[in-house]
């Protein structure tokens, strides 16, 4: 009965790790953890949308073979991109993996893996 108890109160206390795909959002926050693995598999450059101080508010990948910016939106004209991002005399510029995960943190492999999933059918 002591091992039947033990195993229930182990079992109780086991709290199951949630899905990335329940708490990811690449339309809030987790672009850049998109843009890498879009990057990863296209071997197109990141750029980052930042605002007139310099700081960056959102990445997203340039097909240079299409001239085409690529994010969770999908593919899109460059010149369109900006349209949906709040803030004022934003532009983009390129930028590296390095630059991108100190500012906007890094990710599990389970989160990455994820990510590559959503790339696959982005590009």
Known sequence: M???LE???EYMNEEEEPHPSEYINFMRGDCSLLAQA???ISHFPMYGIVDERG???HVF???TQTEEAIDCRGRMPLENLLDNISGERNTYRETSPEEVKKIFGTY???EYEYAEEKAQELI
Do not use: A
């Open 2 to 4: 002591k091992l039947l």
């Open 7 to 9: 195993n229930w109160r």
């Open 38 to 40: 879009i990057s990863d």
């Open 55 to 57: 700081d960056m508010h």
């Open 61 to 63: 990948v340039y097909d």
């Open 108 to 110: 599990s492999d389970e």
